[in-house]
């Protein structure tokens, strides 16, 4: 009885540090690729043409279904257009809209291929039949760890949101006077947030407040604007 309920207790304490693990790691990435923006942007193009290349052999040497590849590989270009204003993107833009629906539909269409045991009607009463072979849990992990899911996920992470900022005091002479408007004052300009920093923050924010208002002050130094 009581082992049970410490069994309980430590899958509840597990899920939190492994939820927390995952939100600082890609809160870590998020600050990483904010840095790194011309060579996010390289590496997701190449990773899209290289996820292109891999579909297209699947389809000729192991036989995927055909419209089910092309489909895949649509759905990729349509990720690859969300590059275009990299790192920046309109959460009610048509192309994010139209990715979100992709990724949702190549995950509901190769979950359900790879998981069609069904036997031909034709070869249902024929003892010779020998059923096509099925894709190992490692085979089909792996596919949609990297054909499915890795440029969604990326791109996800990789993507900012627009926010403005005043000039920093490091800005150099040269661009000092762009960020000077004509009434003497500091123009905001637009820089790259990463939209997991957004979310993360939100929720911590969210949570923060909660806190206080119960009476809880988590961190007093807190900054309740942070970003």
Known sequence: MI???????????GFIFLTLSIASGLYYISELVEEQTGTSKRILTRAIYTIIATLTLLLIFDSFPFKLTIFSIASHIIYLRNLKTFPFISLTSPNFILSTVCVILNHYFWFKHFN?????????????????RRASFSEVASFFGLCVWFIPFALFVSLSAGDYALPTSTTVNSKKNDDIGSDGQ?????????????????????????????????DPNHNTLLI
């Open 116 to 132: 069609d045991t069904e036997i031909p009607p034709q070869f249902r009463l024929n003892p010779n039949y020998v059923p096509k």
């Open 186 to 218: 500091p123009k905001l300009r637009k820089r790259a947030v990463g939209l997991v920093r957004v979310v993360i923050n939100s929720i911590r924010r969210y949570i923060y407040t909660i806190a206080r208002e119960m009476g809880y002050e988590i």
């Open 3 to 13: 082992l049970k309920l410490v069994s309980y207790v430590g899958a509840i304490f």
